[in-house]
């Protein structure tokens, strides 16, 4: 079975920073893509970050470009988001996925449990 698991939510003020990570097993094939989703309340799912496997080419949703940053550990199966200068609308429950190099969320066929991450004012 596949399994993305994040790891490292939490609270943290406002300006602050947090570093997700997502631990994978069970991939059977390279996906195109990995990736970070978020939902907030009352939200639709939204892009976050991408990473392509093949090359490591990045890709941001425009509302956290400048202040998130994905990286991957291949050897240690491994996806981390670091965020920083975190603000109150970033609180949401955080998700990794495997899938297509893609910023829609139905072209990921894989997906974490989610992660909660609040951001208080």
């Known amino acids: 079975q596949v399994q993305l698991v994040e790891s490292g939510g939490g609270l943290v003020q406002a300006g602050g920073s947090v570093r997700l990570t997502c631990a994978a097993s069970?991939?059977?094939?390279?996906?195109?893509?990995m990736g970070w989703f978020r939902q907030a309340p009352g939200k639709e799912r939204e892009f976050v970050a991408a990473?392509?496997?093949?090359?490591?080419?990045?890709y941001y949703g425009d509302s956290v470009k400048g202040r998130f940053t994905i990286t991957r550990d291949n050897a240690k199966n491994t996806l981390y988001l670091q965020m920083n200068s975190l603000k109150p609308e970033d609180t949401a429950v955080y998700y990794c996925?495997?899938?297509?190099?893609?910023?829609?969320?139905?072209?990921?066929?894989?997906w974490g449990q989610g992660i909660q991450v609040t951001v208080s004012s």
């Open positions: 996925a495997a899938g297509a190099w893609s910023p829609v969320a139905g072209d990921y066929e894989h």
């Open positions: 069970g991939l059977l094939f390279r996906p195109n893509s």
């Open positions: 990473i392509r496997w093949i090359d490591s080419s990045t």
